[in-house]
């Protein structure tokens, strides 16, 4: 049986350091080997080593491990698991790669040298280990030319979008030679394990993703230059207005690195003829800014340069830098009023204003180009569609944003224009397929050589839209639904503006465990929104104390933390399944569930000090209760570090910038479980509802909670006074400090005292109501609704 217990990468530049750490992240050990210095840095000839010693000859990699700390989105999810990541070189350490079951090259994007690192494998690895090479868009059959048969079979191309951590992308690239076995296991290990989203491509020039988005990439430029537009006027139209990511075009462009995208560019180029070759050879503009320096990002300046607070965009014909434009036209304006993707692209596709016309210049000839290399670089639609999805961002992939602009009346248009359609398409029309995709009683089909056939999904993918279609819902309103997910399990789902808490959801919630409790084995409270909740309904609650309508805030303040008690003594398990921002009132409905299954891209935290108030549902103490339940048992702790650790977290609103690194700040604790692939998210939590019933689940006893009262609270108060005294925080922020301190210190008791947990409530509610009437505290919450930032006042 195949397994993957240890693995190791060759090249430990950005790429391989990269994987190596997403690799440590979920556990698996990772051997990181490089070539040997061929020269004594400066640090190394004040020590008086030699070029014989092992910290040299490993230095390359040993310093990509450490570089790992300073990258920026950080590759690991916590610090700790750069200690899995073991340095090397690629001439001591060959024979080591024995030892491992997986062996990932990332060396440099050359065939002679990949042929040759490959020879020296081969020598070196055990029979069955899987080899592969995270090229991104060399042949992989021209790789193994002279490999021995294992080799071969275990061969194949496995190639990461970067950052891996955060990039779902893999594509699979399978050889004339790879086993079945191998290519099934590897697509099946990188969705399960990886958390990644696999698609098997060809082997062709940059496989799909890089090849389609490099085209669009370069027909966008070519109209930038064509049609007078300017950086920031084609930004302002192809980012998320028509289902792009926020960086759109050229702010894409500086962050990849022009290098590296003129590096994929130059791929293609080389390999194809005719109009394609035109497309991909670089404008002259593009060539003197690499010749200039001018990467991006990286080099701090590209399609963009910052000076001060103030960003300016390129101008390609002079090379200066200008005032940021924006693109505005009727089109743009409709699509902005449209609600959905669908709508938004028909307002602007289907227009000729300025907007218009540049979406058609664009779109169609990216549509069409994906069309015509069907069958060269994937055997479907669905897997162009995922690839340029999970790896470029896009909201929908070519085929499917080709269903929503309507196919047979856009080809009308395509033709109109004087675009030439594929002719499968145009039989596929003729032949009565309306669709490229089409859905039947909760179930997808695709278009293919004919005839719709389903389209099969990992079983641990729940689609909770398609499954409302097909199974209803038991309840719902307006901020919530309850539905029925099978096996027992019931799923309270969360669908209000950002999913930010109100009565609506706080009324749902309480009917739910009441449901749960007569007719299920367990809840689980999790959705597939942008995030999992934001917090609580703020714009309600300052609208509340504008009006001086403290006793309403009082009674939902009240409700809130009610509901959470239910969620925490519910009969019946409940497992909460955050993803992505879950913040103040979202950290909250997590806190006191059964247990915690969260997406390993968990940004969780108590965020409240940040608008002038503290945690009110009840966060204050389930935060200080998870940290008394975590420490050892039978072993004496020290009380007052458990309560100095709590409010450091509130008071400072730590966010935890991944599940990993939640658990470390013990957001979540040993009982909690972490899931790799997000969409695997919800199938993992209904699982664990589904372990703890069968394991005879019991709510927790009602107990008592020992604070550290008084004598803690003055404590607690020192290291806040002390950072007013040095001008770090204003008054209104000591003020905040004060009456935190003062909760979780449980009030004016005597040290140790134990206290119910309806009594720190009590104290909970009553410093949210003092500090939401304070001006101050108004301010805050005005600025983070109207600017989306914190106000230091």
């Given at each position: 049986?195949?397994r993957?217990?240890?693995?190791?990468v060759?090249g430990?530049?950005?790429m391989?350091?990269g994987?190596?750490?997403?690799?440590a992240n979920?556990?698996?050990?990772?051997l990181?080997?490089?070539?040997?210095p061929?020269?004594?840095d400066e640090?190394?000839?004040?020590?008086g080593?030699?070029?014989a010693?092992?910290?040299?000859?490993n230095?390359?990699a040993q310093?990509?491990?450490q570089?790992?700390?300073?990258?920026k989105?950080?590759?690991?999810?916590v610090?700790?698991?750069?200690?899995l990541i073991e340095?090397?070189?690629?001439?001591d350490?060959?024979?080591?790669?024995a030892?491992?079951?997986?062996?990932?090259?990332?060396v440099?994007?050359?065939?002679?040298?990949?042929?040759k690192v490959f020879a020296?494998?081969?020598?070196?690895r055990?029979a069955?280990s899987?080899v592969s090479?995270?090229?991104?868009?060399?042949?992989v059959d021209a790789m193994?030319e002279?490999?021995?048969e294992?080799?071969?079979?275990?061969?194949?191309?496995?190639?990461?979008?970067n950052p891996p951590?955060y990039l779902k992308?893999?594509?699979?690239?399978?050889?004339?030679?790879t086993?079945?076995?191998v290519?099934s296991?590897m697509?099946?290990?990188?969705?399960d394990?990886l958390?990644?989203?696999?698609?098997?491509a060809?082997?062709?020039?940059?496989?799909?993703?890089?090849?389609?988005?490099t085209?669009g990439?370069l027909?966008?430029v070519?109209?930038?230059?064509?049609?007078?537009?300017?950086?920031?006027?084609v930004?302002s139209?192809?980012?998320?207005?028509?289902?792009?990511?926020?960086?759109a075009?050229?702010?894409?462009?500086?962050?990849v690195?022009?290098d590296?995208?003129?590096h994929?560019?130059?791929n293609?180029?080389?390999q194809v003829?005719?109009r394609e070759?035109?497309?991909?050879e670089?404008?002259?503009f593009?060539?003197k800014?690499?010749d200039?320096?001018?990467?991006?990002s990286?080099?701090?300046q590209?399609?963009?340069?910052k000076?001060?607070?103030e960003i300016?965009?390129?101008?390609?014909?002079?090379l200066?830098?200008?005032?940021r434009?924006k693109?505005?036209?009727?089109?743009?304006?409709m699509?902005?009023?449209?609600?959905?993707?669908t709508?938004?692209?028909?307002?602007?596709?289907?227009?000729?204003d300025?907007?218009?016309?540049l979406l058609?210049?664009?779109?169609?000839?990216t549509?069409?180009y994906?069309a015509?290399?069907l069958g060269?670089?994937?055997d479907d639609i669905?897997?162009?569609?995922?690839?340029?999805?999970?790896g470029?961002g896009?909201?929908?992939?070519?085929?499917?944003?080709w269903?929503?602009?309507?196919l047979?009346k856009s080809i009308?248009?395509?033709?109109?224009?004087?675009?030439?359609?594929p002719?499968?398409v145009k039989?596929?029309?003729?032949?009565g397929?309306?669709?490229?995709y089409?859905?039947e009683?909760?179930?997808?089909?695709?278009?293919?050589?004919g005839?719709?056939?389903q389209l099969?999904q990992?079983?641990?993918v729940?689609?909770?839209?398609?499954?409302?279609?097909?199974h209803?819902?038991?309840?719902k309103?307006?901020g919530a639904?309850?539905?029925?997910i099978?096996?027992g399990?019931?799923?309270?789902?969360f669908?209000?503006?950002s999913?930010?808490?109100?009565l609506?959801?706080?009324q749902?919630i309480?009917?739910?465990?009441d449901?749960?409790e007569?007719n299920?084995?367990?809840?689980?409270?999790?959705?597939?929104?942008?995030?999992f909740?934001?917090?609580?309904?703020l714009?309600?609650?300052?609208?509340?104390a504008?009006?001086?309508?403290?006793?309403?805030?009082?009674m939902?303040?009240?409700?809130?933390q009610q509901a959470?008690?239910k969620i925490?003594?519910s009969?019946?398990?409940?497992v909460?399944?955050p993803?992505?921002?879950?913040?103040g009132?979202g950290?909250e409905?997590?806190?006191?569930?059964s247990?915690?299954?969260?997406?390993?891209?968990?940004y969780m935290?108590l965020?409240?000090?940040g608008v002038?108030?503290?945690?009110?549902?009840?966060?204050?103490?389930e935060?200080y209760?998870k940290?008394l339940?975590?420490?050892?048992r039978?072993?004496?702790f020290d009380?007052?570090s458990?309560?100095?650790?709590?409010?450091?977290?509130?008071?400072?609103a730590?966010v935890s910038?991944?599940?990993?690194e939640?658990?470390k700040?013990?957001?979540?604790?040993?009982?909690d479980?972490i899931s790799?692939?997000?969409?695997h998210l919800?199938?993992?939590?209904?699982?664990?509802?589904?372990?703890?019933y069968?394991n005879?689940?019991?709510?927790?006893?009602?107990?008592?909670?020992?604070?550290?009262?008084?004598t803690g609270?003055?404590?607690l108060?020192?290291?806040?006074?002390s950072m007013y005294?040095?001008g770090?925080i204003?008054?209104?922020?000591l003020?905040?400090?004060?009456?935190?301190a003062?909760?979780?210190?449980g009030?004016?008791?005597?040290f140790?005292?134990?206290?119910?947990?309806?009594?720190?409530?009590?104290?909970?509610k009553?410093a949210f109501?003092?500090?939401v009437?304070?001006?101050k505290s108004?301010?805050?919450?005005?600025h983070m609704l109207?600017k989306?930032k914190?106000?230091?006042?």
């Amino acid at each position: 049986m195949q397994r993957i217990r240890k693995a190791a990468v060759l090249g430990s530049g950005v790429m391989g350091s990269g994987i190596a750490a997403h690799l440590a992240n979920i556990g698996i050990p990772v051997l990181l080997l490089d070539i040997v210095p061929r020269e004594l840095d400066e640090g190394e000839i004040k020590k008086g080593l030699t070029l014989a010693d092992k910290t040299v000859r490993n230095r390359i990699a040993q310093t990509a491990i450490q570089k790992l700390f300073k990258h920026k989105p950080a590759p690991l999810t916590v610090t700790e698991n750069s200690s899995l990541i073991e340095a090397g070189n690629l001439e001591d350490d060959l024979n080591r790669l024995a030892e491992v079951d997986w062996i990932i090259e990332v060396v440099v994007e050359n065939l002679a040298v990949k042929q040759k690192v490959f020879a020296e494998v081969d020598k070196h690895r055990k029979a069955g280990s899987i080899v592969s090479s995270n090229t991104s868009g060399i042949s992989v059959d021209a790789m193994i030319e002279g490999r021995s048969e294992d080799f071969k079979k275990h061969f194949l191309g496995t190639h990461f979008f970067n950052p891996p951590r955060y990039l779902k992308l893999l594509e699979i690239i399978p050889t004339k030679s790879t086993d079945e076995h191998v290519l099934s296991f590897m697509k099946l290990f990188g969705e399960d394990v990886l958390g990644k989203g696999v698609v098997i491509a060809k082997d062709t020039p940059n496989f799909i993703a890089n090849r389609i988005g490099t085209y669009g990439l370069l027909v966008t430029v070519q109209q930038l230059m064509k049609e007078g537009y300017s950086v920031g006027e084609v930004d302002s139209v192809t980012g998320p207005l028509i289902g792009r990511p926020k960086s759109a075009t050229f702010r894409t462009l500086d962050v990849v690195g022009l290098d590296t995208f003129a590096h994929v560019a130059k791929n293609v180029f080389d390999q194809v003829e005719g109009r394609e070759k035109e497309v991909f050879e670089l404008p002259g503009f593009l060539q003197k800014m690499l010749d200039n320096g001018w990467l991006g990002s990286k080099s701090g300046q590209g399609f963009y340069k910052k000076e001060g607070k103030e960003i300016f965009e390129l101008n390609p014909e002079t090379l200066e830098y200008e005032q940021r434009k924006k693109l505005s036209t009727p089109s743009i304006e409709m699509a902005k009023q449209a609600k959905g993707l669908t709508n938004k692209l028909k307002a602007l596709i289907y227009s000729n204003d300025r907007a218009g016309t540049l979406l058609q210049n664009i779109t169609i000839p990216t549509l069409i180009y994906s069309a015509d290399l069907l069958g060269n670089i994937a055997d479907d639609i669905v897997s162009i569609d995922r690839a340029m999805k999970w790896g470029f961002g896009w909201e929908a992939g070519p085929f499917e944003l080709w269903d929503a602009i309507g196919l047979e009346k856009s080809i009308e248009l395509f033709e109109a224009r004087g675009f030439h359609v594929p002719d499968w398409v145009k039989e596929m029309v003729a032949k009565g397929f309306e669709t490229f995709y089409r859905k039947e009683n909760g179930i997808l089909f695709f278009y293919n050589n004919g005839e719709y056939r389903q389209l099969l999904q990992n079983p641990k993918v729940i689609d909770l839209n398609t499954h409302k279609e097909v199974h209803g819902v038991i309840k719902k309103n307006s901020g919530a639904s309850l539905l029925d997910i099978g096996d027992g399990v019931a799923l309270l789902e969360f669908h209000s503006k950002s999913n930010a808490i109100g009565l609506d959801i706080i009324q749902m919630i309480n009917f739910s465990i009441d449901e749960v409790e007569k007719n299920y084995k367990g809840l689980v409270i999790g959705n597939q929104g942008k995030n999992f909740c934001v917090g609580a309904n703020l714009g309600l609650i300052l609208m509340e104390a504008q009006d001086d309508n403290y006793f309403e805030i009082d009674m939902v303040i009240h409700q809130f933390q009610q509901a959470m008690m239910k969620i925490k003594y519910s009969k019946k398990p409940v497992v909460a399944a955050p993803f992505g921002m879950t913040l103040g009132g979202g950290a909250e409905i997590c806190l006191p569930a059964s247990s915690i299954q969260a997406s390993s891209e968990t940004y969780m935290g108590l965020v409240e000090v940040g608008v002038g108030l503290i945690p009110g549902g009840g966060g204050n103490k389930e935060l200080y209760i998870k940290q008394l339940n975590s420490m050892p048992r039978g072993v004496e702790f020290d009380l007052q570090s458990v309560a100095n650790k709590v409010f450091e977290t509130i008071a400072m609103a730590k966010v935890s910038t991944s599940a990993a690194e939640a658990r470390k700040n013990r957001l979540l604790n040993a009982n909690d479980r972490i899931s790799v692939n997000g969409d695997h998210l919800l199938f993992d939590a209904k699982q664990r509802v589904i372990e703890l019933y069968d394991n005879g689940y019991q709510p927790p006893i009602r107990k008592k909670v020992p604070v550290v009262g008084e004598t803690g609270y003055a404590t607690l108060l020192l290291g806040a006074q002390s950072m007013y005294l040095s001008g770090y925080i204003s008054d209104h922020d000591l003020k905040i400090a004060k009456k935190l301190a003062y909760v979780i210190a449980g009030g004016k008791v005597p040290f140790g005292t134990e206290v119910d947990e309806q009594y720190l409530l009590n104290l909970e509610k009553e410093a949210f109501l003092s500090l939401v009437a304070e001006g101050k505290s108004q301010q805050r919450m005005q600025h983070m609704l109207v600017k989306g930032k914190p106000l230091r006042n």
